[in-house]
Every structure is written in C-alpha cells, then in structure tokens.
C-alpha cells in the first residue's frame, strides 16, 4: 500500500505565499508522473500542476508564473510553491502520485488526503 501526505496549507492574506509538500510511503520501485490538484466549494476537482520523473512540468493557466511545482525523487516528495496567491486560489489541494509497487507491476494513480489553502485578508 502506498500513503501520500500533504502538508502546509493554511490561512493566508491575498498576495501572501505558501509551500504545500507531499511525501509518499510505502511499497514503491517507481513514480512517474506526481502532480497537485485542488477542489473549490462546488467545483470539480481541476489540475494545478503536474511533474515528471525527468523534471518536466505543466501548469494550469490560472496558475503559470505564480506557482512552482518541484520533486525529489531521492526522498518522493513532491511540493508546490504558491506566490502571489488571490482568492480564488481558495481550495483543497490534493496530492497526486502514479505509483508502480513493485518491478515490473503496473502503475497505480494515488491520491493524498488534501490540505485547505484559504486566501482571504
């Protein structure tokens, strides 16, 4: 079984940042893609940023120049540096990993627990 764990979220005025991280545990031999998505009050789940093993990054438009998504392989973590951050960034934020177990087995898409990001002055 494989945990993922968010943290860093909390209350933060408009224009404020925040680093939200996210380690998974468990049985891995590999992770692909790890990714955060986030959830508004009456909204559908929508992808903020998602990263490859190799480095390779993409971004929401609502989001490009003011977050930064980064990972270390060594330690899988993933994390999201939030600047300039505005209201409408008010959401759960979800950690997401692709996860193969074991040699050779497929991968599996896991998902964190969420941590609430509220910007609000």
């Known amino acids: 079984q494989v945990q993922l764990v968010e943290s860093g979220g909390g209350l933060v005025q408009p224009g404020g940042s925040l680093r939200l991280s996210c380690a998974a545990s468990?049985?891995?031999?590999?992770?692909?893609?790890m990714g955060w998505y986030r959830q508004a009050p009456g909204k559908e789940r929508e992808l903020v940023a998602l990263i490859s093993s190799l480095g390779g990054t993409n971004y929401a438009d609502s989001v490009k120049g003011r977050f930064t998504i980064s990972r270390d392989n060594t330690k899988n973590t993933v994390s999201l540096q939030m600047n300039s951050l505005k209201p409408e960034d008010t959401a759960v934020y979800y950690c997401?990993?692709?996860?193969?177990?074991?040699?050779?087995?497929?991968?599996?898409?896991?998902w964190g627990q969420g941590t609430q990001v509220t910007v609000s002055s």
């Open positions: 468990g049985s891995i031999f590999s992770i692909t893609i």
């Open positions: 997401n990993a692709n996860v193969s177990p074991y040699r050779g087995s497929s991968y599996i898409m896991y």
